[in-house]
């Protein structure tokens, strides 16, 4: 259990203030809530922050049901929506959301799992608006970055750190990753939780010396000063010696015509040691083939990265908040027949 004070908690929420003035004026706000309650996103963002500025915020008991779902936003009207990726690309497929005045939408943030790309240019065509993508962990209560409202299209990093945050990437030894290159992200701030409740151990391991609380993400800082997520640690998948990190394939194969959504894990092999497996969910009436999808791929990947197997699947296992859970694919990834 990661142990919350009521400073950390005040402290997230002034910081996500600070980043985003604009969208969080007193008495004026509307929010469509579809994430739960219990979820440390939905908590402190949707929840604590917007009615801490008296905003109205429309709860979706079951974003399952998408005609409902739909229908509440068509009566809310919107000026803040937050979700994650998944519940974006479910929204988008639905033909009565362009039905959905989103004239007075002001932000549409993300967060929870990796923002796609293709997802985002998918809602702004129906919105106006693209996603605002964040990063942060229930120990950090939960926001660590947040792209700013000075940026006017979707960058594919999670932004700059929010104020009073310092983040750090670390190499595998522990040294400060060079410019450019890619680290664990390492936290400190307010928002940054004292420990686990009763468990020096796993605290031990959490923090570095100097107090900086390890994520198990991989990210990347770049030019701008944005940080880029790469993947969990744990996710990666090696080819041939070669890392690849199962985002940015899942990036890519969405943007191919006829994808609904998808997810790639690493699965053995014995010529490569690992080899990239690829789970797709087809949008509907898509005539969709694995070659399809594996040639859409190379178009865009180094050879290393391209799918060696893609199978199809008419839903992906996913949690309660919607985030895709590549390790229960593992538990699915035989029985399927691959290809169209």
Known sequence: GAALTHRNLVANTEQFKAMMPDALRPG???VVTAIPLYHIFALMVNFITYFSVGADN????NPRDMDGFVETFRQAKPTVFMGVNTLY?????????????????????????AVVGAVSDRWKEITGQFIREGYGLSETSPVLSFNPASIQDFSG?????????DIRLLDDAGMDAAPGESGEICAKGP?????????????????TPDGYFRTGDVGVITP??????????KD??????FNVYPNEIEAVATACPGVAECACIGVP?????????????????????????IAHCRKELTAYKVPKTVVFLDTLPKSTVGKILRRDLRSVASGHSVGG
Request: hydrophobic share 45%; aromatic share 8%.
């Open 28 to 30: 004026q706000e509307v």
């Open 89 to 113: 690309a479910g929204l988008t497929m639905h033909p009565k959301l362009r039905e959905v005045d989103f004239s007075r939408l002001r932000l549409s943030g993300g967060g929870g799992a």
């Open 269 to 293: 092999d014995d010529k490569t040691g690992e080899a990239v497996k690829l789970f797709v969910v087809k949008a509907p009436g898509a005539t969709l083939t694995a070659d399809d999808v």
């Open 157 to 165: 990093t999670t932004g700059l750190p929010v104020p009073g945050t």
């Open 224 to 233: 701008e000063g944005f940080l880029k997520i790469v993947d969990r640690k």
């Open 236 to 241: 990666m998948v090696l080819v041939s010696g």
């Open 191 to 207: 928002q940054v939780m004292p420990g686990y409740w009763n468990q020096p151990e796993a605290n031990a391991a959490a923090f």
């Open 58 to 61: 429309w709860l979706v008991a």
